[in-house]
């Protein structure tokens, strides 16, 4: 399954919301559709489970949506630690596929 | 909490081997409902699964398809840990490497990340 995220690049301030959005190629089987963020030399860090469920730790400004091919990963109010580049991946057909990358930055 | 530490050389020569490992901690190689993968990154091909084990009764190897017939994935229950071996690598293999843990929503710890360069 192919994953394409756009837009490729999204340029906000802090406080702003974030929309970002993920499209398969085919239907994600159960919409096991996960989130990563990763930051410049870091590992990526595991956001959303399940296209909407937030992992341990993860703050609850993360929320993800959708269903079928269509999901988006939102941020309500971005805070200076939040950009980043953001993954989307699916996990319901093998092998596991990530799209290219959301890269937020700062306006 | 999980940890994965990888350890491994970080510069191969074409048309060897890249061999890279990954030490578990807090979970176990044979658990029953996770599975222990492979995954690079390289500003040409962004994050790409290679393979994975898992242990259901009996040990599993699932691979991507590009790299089936040069990959291995193996566990170590004896040392709790499991290896990538990538035979007649290339300057394209050159990546950041990263082991990872699998659940079926995701992958939910991953190792510090190894670059390796291909170069002679």
């Known amino acids: 399954i192919v994953l394409t995220q756009s837009p490729g690049t999204l340029s906000l301030s802090p406080g702003e919301k974030a929309t970002l959005s993920c499209r398969a190629s085919q239907s994600v089987t159960n919409n096991l559709l996960a989130w990563y963020q990763q930051k410049p030399g870091q590992v990526p860090r595991f956001l959303i489970y399940?296209?909407?469920y937030r992992a341990t730790g993860i703050p609850d400004r993360f929320s993800g949506s959708g269903s079928g091919a269509d999901f988006t990963l939102t941020i309500s109010g971005l805070e200076p630690e939040d950009f980043a580049v953001y993954y989307c991946q699916q996990y319901g057909s093998s092998p596991p596929t990530f799209g290219q990358g959301t890269k937020v930055e700062v306006k | 909490q999980v940890q994965l530490q990888q350890s491994g050389p970080r510069l191969v020569k074409p048309s060897q081997t890249l061999s890279l490992t990954c030490a578990i901690s807090?979970?176990?190689?044979?658990?029953?409902?996770?599975?222990w993968n492979w995954i690079r990154q390289s500003p040409s091909r962004g994050l790409e699964w290679l393979g994975r084990?898992?242990?259901?009764?009996?040990?599993?190897?699932d691979y991507e398809l590009s790299v089936k017939s040069r990959i291995t994935v193996n566990p170590d229950t004896s040392k709790n840990q499991f290896s990538l071996q990538l035979n007649s690598v290339t300057p394209e293999d050159t990546a950041v490497y990263y082991c990872?843990?699998?659940?079926?929503?995701?992958?939910?710890?991953w190792g510090q990340g190894t670059l390796v360069t291909v170069s002679s």
């Open positions: 807090g979970d176990s190689v044979s658990s029953n409902i996770v599975a």
């Open positions: 399940s296209t909407s």
């Open positions: 990872a843990r699998g659940r079926l929503n995701g992958f939910d710890y």
């Open positions: 084990t898992y242990y259901r009764s009996k040990w599993n190897y």
